[in-house]
């Protein structure tokens, strides 16, 4: 196999691995939420958000994408920060999705 083609193999392979490994987080302070954990844990590091809504989105439930009823929790830190959304499914931390400024 020639270099090029090589380093195009292994750059995709590594991009694929990064992507499965990659768990959504959101910092808090010193603190960070995760994907599974609790409602009560997300309110105890992050407090009360901006704003809540329900609506239907496609989230990841047992290694399978399906489509379902969340709550969307917004938060932002302070006005030169980014937005992050907290998707709620069953009391628990479903997804964490990055809006604007």
């Known amino acids: 196999m020639q270099k090029p083609a090589c380093s195009l193999l292994l750059l ?17 302070g010193r603190r960070i939420v995760r994907d599974g954990d609790s409602v009560e844990q997300l309110l105890a590091l992050c407090g009360e958000p ?3 809504n329900s609506t239907s989105s496609t989230i990841k439930v047992d290694g399978v994408y399906k489509q379902a009823r969340v709550q969307r929790w917004h938060y932002k830190k302070g006005s030169r920060s980014l937005e992050h959304i907290v998707l709620i499914y ?3 931390i479903a997804a964490i999705e990055v809006g604007s400024r």
């Open 90 to 92: 069953r009391g628990k």
């Open 12 to 28: 995709m392979v590594l991009s694929m691995l990064a992507h499965d490994l990659r768990a959504d987080s959101y910092r808090c």
């Open 50 to 52: 901006r704003s809540k």
